[in-house]
């Protein structure tokens, strides 16, 4: 008689992300819930990663925690990502934008506690279809007001022309790459660095680029 096994499935891995703005709040609660959420589901929490004191106003690279996920993402060492709430990951749409189609592109879902998104199930999944609507929109937005300055500009006679690449400093162009190598996107990198959006793209070669 030959019986078969059904082949267990590994739980989900997933990785929590806690943040408060003042040293004076705690992490604690939002840990708790995330924990009894993820033995209810029979998820695996394989790492804490947490920033205190620290405004979701910031960037990446102004949040240490934020900065280890999204590496722990990139190289693949996660299912999922669950925070207590959207605004724990950030407050700009667009850096929240740039997180979420990052987490998408390694095909890590994401959870969020208060707002009741799994995007492991097909309602949840629906809203990382949206991202690329409202990157689109964003991008849009960018080039329309970049035209328009553009057009204003000529018409009050100033003179338009671009820097050359060879005239940037050899130094910022090797800190663009390196920063574009690790997940920066390009405001972020233009601002780090204190460079136009416009030369971090030529440097990278990637003319198109707005994230």
Avoid: C
Avoid at 54 to 68: E, I, N, T, V
């Amino acid at each position: 008689m030959v019986v078969s096994a059904k082949r267990a499935t590994a739980p989900k891995r997933v990785a929590l992300y806690l943040r408060v703005s003042t040293t004076e709040q705690t992490t604690d609660n939002q840990r708790r819930e995330l924990e009894a959420v993820a033995e209810r589901a029979g998820w695996e929490v394989v790492a804490v990663f947490t920033d205190e004191g620290l405004s979701g106003a910031k960037g990446r690279d102004m949040r240490p925690g934020l900065d280890a996920l999204m590496k722990a993402v990139t190289r693949r060492e996660v299912d999922m990502v669950a925070a207590w709430s959207v605004d724990r990951l950030g407050r700009s749409l667009t850096d929240l934008l740039d997180l979420l189609q990052e987490m998408r592109s390694k095909n890590v879902d994401l959870f969020l506690h208060q707002q009741g998104l799994d995007t492991s199930t097909p309602s949840g999944r629906a809203m990382y279809q949206m991202l690329g609507v409202f990157a689109e929109f964003e991008r849009a937005m960018i080039r329309e007001r970049v035209m328009a300055g553009l057009a204003r500009a000529k018409a009050q006679g100033t003179k338009l022309g671009r820097k050359r690449i060879e005239d940037t400093d050899a130094k910022k162009v090797d800190a663009i790459r390196a920063l574009r190598a690790e997940g920066k996107g390009i405001r972020a990198i233009a601002g780090k660095l204190g460079v136009g959006v416009g030369t971090v793209m030529r440097v990278l070669g990637e003319p198109n680029a707005v994230a």
